[in-house]
């Protein structure tokens, strides 16, 4: 389903756009239905055969296996998966706006890397008992990576393209520190770091959850707000400083708010590649370049790719788990191109 | 003492040794861990050995003197290791710096049978190094490796103590767990968290051979990740968490063995597992759940599985004569918990 379309009569011009705003809406709705089936459905299979039924039964119950099995296995699995993709895709669609670059992500301007190794120096210095501390590790290198990418862009006045390119060597070098701690780690300290290449949603509890939605939930209001901002940005500094946006501000703002998030997302989960860079792509070849339908349509999709990829990461083999990075590429690249060939070319 | 009989024994040891030294050059064929037949030429004199595993073996042949090149863990624990600390290191188990390898020039490489990869014996052969891998954790084939060892290094008689002893303490528990006709389920974690041990992983046979019958067996992967809803739905009647502190000889507190217990006790639902719910749940230090000293493992898991059969088992007993008969340190640390007896 495509939303987006031009006005082509300059006279229907309000009501045209009224009615791409109501399509928009109606299939964001659409895109919230599909999350929550989504989500009945991770509820509903899994390594033991509790079906759908049993599943509401098990919720209605205090105690017993069943409520075990989805309440505190299930439930926190999924709960997870939604954040790690509406965190990863929120951040990636904010910092394609920032940059103007269709290339950047968490990932492609080493801010995942960053909060990655940070979360990984967290795990090994408290021995991966304290979420704090490593939600706090993983936000500080983040936001470092990010001050870091921003200051060569302010000091240098270097294009977007050359950010990407100190945002990708940055992510070379947080990958190689990551790989000297585990080179220099013990067996049990490459074992949990190694998680952090697959990703992995198994750990995650309630606990971490909280820190987790503390991270990614507040920042998500603002950014929306900032909406009509970002696609002023999207036209350029100069002409987005024309229509009264404070672009320092914003950016600076902004990226600070995607650091956050990201270090969110990925902290309890280790590394999910890709959700960061294609969702919003996805989104923005579904309901175009808008902010304010774009970033909640990345939020969403990004949930849903991530839940489906969980649900199908730990029921294709049972009872092993594929890591669930393996699987959102799976998943999401072959979607990815079926909508670039099919879309015109210069949708961004 | 008279002097006659001083000379005596001085002269048996001058033989033993110019035996030893004076050794033909010979080729010998050995199968190794990958189930190859590899010639090597002996004697071997000098020896670099890239896992701890081969070591304690080395040590077990009396033939630390041969030893000039370790793997990057054994300064780190000089109390294990006195005599073997101070050896040149040539970097990590499955990464060795071929350099430093070359150097020493050792006639032959131990390492285990996947890692490092094939590369280790392109770059080495060609300098004239020979590298024999062996994979001494894996209990199934760790006697017949030792004999092959004891061969090659001409220390057939050290091999054979050693493994007499091991099959008496093998057989021992085997006489007892037979009199148990229940065999326990059991969930044995690998280092990483929700990572099970699955056939072909040296942990796997040990509970086989202890007398559990593993949750894991019908997996294809010697480490899988399963879903911990897999491990709820299959209600384990023991579990056994494998941890690599590297500690464990100079430790005196059983507190980190205690807190990794306490952590998988509280995992999300994991309180209607039967393990759980009779606080069947244990830590084993990877210490002895790899190499020869993997029978006071088995010892453990034994006593574990099947408590009333194996009450007069005494691990640490066993435990006490491995270091001190066969490795020739002082027997202390924590290796598991809780330890009841």
Redesign the interface.
């Known amino acids: 389903m495509v939303v987006s379309r031009s006005c082509s009569s300059p006279r229907n011009t309000i009501a045209s756009y009224r009615s791409i705003t109501k399509k928009k809406i109606v299939f964001l709705c659409l895109l919230l239905g599909i999350l929550l089936i989504t989500i009945l459905i991770g509820l509903a299979v899994g390594a033991s055969s509790l079906d759908l039924s049993s599943v509401f039964s098990a919720l209605m119950r205090e105690d017993g296996l069943a409520r075990s099995i989805v309440v505190e296995l299930r439930l926190p699995r999924i709960t997870v998966a939604v954040l790690a993709g509406w965190g990863l895709a929120l951040s990636g669609a904010v910092t394609q706006a920032i940059l103007r670059n269709p290339l950047a992500s968490p990932f492609t301007l080493g801010v995942a890397s960053g909060a990655g190794f940070g979360a990984v120096l967290g795990i090994l210095m408290g021995h991966g008992l304290h979420q704090w501390l490593i939600a706090s590790s993983a936000f500080g290198f983040a936001l470092l990576t990010s001050f870091f990418i921003l200051l060569v862009a302010q000091l240098k006045n270097v294009s977007s393209e050359t950010m990407i390119l100190a945002g990708v060597a940055t992510m070379f070098f947080f990958s190689s520190l990551t790989s000297f701690v585990q080179y220099l780690g013990t067996m049990e300290e490459v074992h949990e770091i190694t998680f952090w290449f697959f990703g992995s949603l198994s750990r995650a509890g309630w606990q971490e959850i909280g820190v987790a939605l503390l991270m990614i939930a507040p920042p998500t209001p603002l950014l929306m707000k900032w909406a009509w901002s970002f696609n002023a940005l999207m036209a350029g500094d100069e002409s987005a400083k024309t229509l009264g946006v404070n672009v320092w501000r914003i950016r600076l703002g902004g990226i600070l708010l995607a650091s956050l998030i990201t270090a969110g997302a990925i902290c309890f989960t280790g590394i999910i590649g890709f959700v960061g860079l294609v969702a919003p792509h996805i989104a923005r070849m579904l309901v175009g370049s808008d902010h304010r339908f774009l970033l909640p349509t990345s939020v969403l999709l990004g949930a849903i790719l991530v839940v489906n990829a969980d649900t199908l990461s730990r029921t294709l083999w049972v009872p092993q788990v594929i890591p669930i990075g393996i699987v959102t590429s799976f998943l999401g690249v072959p979607f990815f191109f079926y909508l670039l060939m099919k879309r015109r070319r210069d949708y961004w | 003492m008279t002097l006659n009989k001083v000379l005596s024994i001085l002269l048996i040891l001058l033989c033993t040794v110019s035996g030893r030294l004076k050794a033909k050059a010979t080729t010998q064929i050995v199968v190794d861990a990958r189930g190859r037949s590899v010639q090597i030429h002996c004697p071997i004199r000098r020896l670099v050995s890239l896992n701890e595993d081969s070591l304690e073996v080395i040590r077990i042949l009396h033939a630390q003197n041969l030893v000039v090149g370790v793997d990057n863990r054994i300064p780190g624990r000089p109390f294990f290791w006195p005599v073997l600390k101070n050896r040149p290191t040539v970097g990590?188990w499955n990464?060795p710096s071929y350099e430093r390898i070359a150097i020493l020039h050792p006639d032959l490489v131990l390492s285990y049978g996947n890692r490092p990869g094939l590369e280790l014996e392109k770059k080495l052969g060609p300098l004239g190094i020979q590298v024999l891998r062996l994979d001494f954790y894996k209990m199934l084939s760790m006697p017949r490796e030792i004999k092959t060892l004891g061969m090659l290094l001409n220390r057939e008689r050290e091999a054979e103590i050693f493994l007499k002893w091991y099959h008496r303490k093998l057989d021992l528990i085997q006489d007892l767990i037979k009199k148990d006709p229940h065999q326990p389920r059991i969930y044995l974690e690998?280092?990483?968290?929700?990572?099970a041990l699955g056939p072909s992983s040296g942990g796997y046979e040990m509970g086989v051979l202890a007398g559990g019958q593993n949750i894991a067996s019908h997996?294809s992967?010697p480490y899988?990740?399963?879903?911990?809803?897999?491990?709820?739905?299959?209600n384990p009647d023991v579990i056994i968490k494998t941890?690599?502190?590297?500690a464990a000889y100079r430790s005196g507190n059983p507190e980190t063995l205690r807190?990794i217990r306490d952590?998988i006790i509280h995992r999300?639902?994991w309180?209607?597992i039967r393990a759980v719910k009779t606080g069947r749940v244990y830590v084993m230090e990877?210490d002895i759940c790899a190499g020869p000293s993997a029978i006071i493992g088995i010892a453990y898991m034994a006593k574990w599985f099947h408590p009333r059969q194996c009450s007069d088992l005494n691990p640490e007993e066993i435990h006490r004569q491995y270091l001190e008969q066969f490795q020739g340190v002082a027997y202390r640390g924590i290796y598991v918990y809780p330890n009841e007896h």
């Open positions: 990590k990464e690998s280092y990483s968290n929700y990572h997996l992967i899988p990740e399963v879903t911990p809803e897999w491990v709820l739905t299959r941890v690599s502190s590297m807190k952590r999300p639902g309180r209607n990877s």
